[in-house]
């Protein structure tokens, strides 16, 4: 086995463990801390659970989902008739030849282990607007790699979907069909034409949205040509012939991407899909479960003023206030029922007390300050006047203060950090994304990703 393809083996079954692993633990029926399980919130992610198990259904049928897009007759469904090599779908030059989503089964690669799903869309422009950009996102989101059809000039519409497209981060190559009529177009002019209706500028830099290297020209179902046909006995006849399609550099782009990087892209979009649900799970939880948060928070802010307040000992303190905090955390994520670790909870304090840096600088700094004032008191006189008891309640209550808010803030970052800390984990689906997009060859179709998943 070669190292790209147990690497991509690798990616593979970790998705496949990750997946597993967030399903069992957020199927059933759930109590979280003490609360009784929720009948509504069964309900309420229901969608998810059912994303999530989708997800890992596909990656055990190992079909990687190409999806065609394009405006109404630039030659969907030819191109996918060109890639079968057989009449499969119906094409025409009637408006609006498909009328819904077909899905059909392609075996490039038998020996790859990898089956491909094409499917067929209707036109973009058959839809209407908002319906059209709901369907577009939803298919774009289900699909591995994405064909953006054109033929001929390309218009502001098409250019606006592909940059919708663009958006939900999918691989993409821009299919230019029909080079047959336009036999001296080239990638450049295609380019140039993009680069025209990008011109406003209001729309970032086009290398963002598509370079040359993702543009391949086909022709998937060349119009008809006359020949001449001379008889043996000298007659001279007309007749039509249709010629080959000519998709060859299409082809090979796929079966290229099947062969570098199949199932690392299968398994980075089915961790894709399944971090966005676990974090549509984390945050219906969070949401129904505000209330009882509310309480715990309180109770924490409480005992955490209390402790520091009364404990005479420098730095003792502010441990004890550290304590508290992560015991907060945990009995948060106990609440919500969302998979973190005393590890996990510790790396998220410590990025909670970075964004919430200046409170917390405050707690520390009258930490340290108050703290000499309280243990000074208990020093000089060993609350024997009642003076040093006064002076010790003064700062005591002070500090107490200020590490109790501290514990609001916390709980309240804790709230949104626990969203997302959900896929941090170990087997986290966060956790792999990132790690198969820093194990990226540059010169693959996932590589763009990089910048678009994890902003590296
Ligand atoms: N000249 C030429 N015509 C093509 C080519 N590919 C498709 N066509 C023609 O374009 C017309 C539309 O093709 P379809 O494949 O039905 O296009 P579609 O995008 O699926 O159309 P809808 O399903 O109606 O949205 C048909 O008449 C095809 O014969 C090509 O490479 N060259
Ligand atoms: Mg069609």
Redesign the pocket.
């Known amino acids: 086995m070669s190292k790209k393809t147990s690497k991509q083996e690798t990616h593979y079954n970790q998705a496949r463990a990750s997946l597993q692993q967030a399903i069992s633990w957020y199927s059933g029926f759930r109590r979280h801390g003490n609360c009784p399980p929720s009948d509504r919130l069964q309900k309420t992610v229901k969608k998810d659970l059912q994303s999530l198990q989708g997800a890992l259904d596909k990656l055990d049928r190992q079909a990687l989902r190409i999806s065609t897009f394009?405006l109404?007759?630039?030659?969907?469904?030819?191109l996918i008739n060109a890639l079968l090599q057989e009449e499969a779908v119906a094409?025409?030059?009637l408006?609006?030849?498909?009328t819904s989503l077909t899905i059909l089964r392609w075996n490039p690669f038998p020996e790859e282990g990898l089956e491909v799903e094409l499917i067929d869309t209707?036109?973009l422009d058959?839809v209407g607007g908002e319906s059209r950009a709901t369907m577009a996102r939803e298919i774009a989101q289900k699909s591995d790699l994405i064909l953006f059809v054109v033929a001929g000039d390309i218009t502001k519409t098409e250019y606006e979907a592909l940059r919708a497209l663009r958006s939900t981060q999918k691989p993409l190559i821009l299919v230019f069909?029909?080079v047959?009529?336009y036999p001296d177009l080239d990638r450049q002019q295609i380019y140039l034409q993009l680069q025209k209706l990008n011109s406003a500028g209001t729309m970032g830099n086009l290398e963002d949205i598509i370079s040359t290297q993702e543009i391949v020209m086909v022709?998937?179902?060349?119009?008809p040509i006359q020949v001449r046909v001379e008889s043996a006995e000298g007659g001279v006849s007309n007749s039509w012939e249709n010629p080959e399609p000519q998709i060859e550099e299409l082809h090979q782009a796929i079966c290229q991407i099947l062969q570098q990087e199949g199932k690392s892209l299968l398994a980075l979009n089915a961790l894709v899909q399944g971090r966005d649900a676990e974090v549509n799970i984390a945050q219906k939880t969070i949401e129904l479960r505000q209330e009882e948060a509310q309480k715990i928070i309180n109770q924490y802010a409480r005992y955490k003023a209390i402790a520091v307040a009364a404990n005479p000992v420098i730095f003792l303190d502010l441990i004890g206030g550290i304590v508290a905090d992560l015991a907060l955390i945990r009995s948060l994520s106990k609440l919500y029922g969302l998979p973190i670790t005393t590890y996990e909870a510790s790396n998220l304090l410590r990025r909670i007390i970075a964004s919430s840096g200046g409170l917390l600088l405050g707690e520390v700094g009258s930490s340290l300050f108050l703290s000499v004032g309280k243990s000074g008191a208990v020093l000089s006189s060993g609350f024997a006047t009642p003076g040093a008891i006064t002076a010790y309640l003064g700062t005591a209550t002070a500090q107490g203060a200020i590490a109790a808010y501290g514990t609001f803030v916390i709980g309240r970052v804790a709230q949104v950090y626990l969203e997302q800390g959900c896929t941090w984990g170990e087997m986290g689906a966060s956790t792999l994304i990132k790690d198969i997009l820093s194990q990226i060859e540059p010169d693959t179709i996932m590589y763009r990703l990089r910048q678009e998943l994890v902003g590296q």
């Open positions: 394009g109404v007759s630039c030659g969907k469904s030819s094409t025409g030059a408006h609006g030849v498909t209707p036109g058959e069909n029909k047959d009529l022709a998937a179902k060349p119009q």
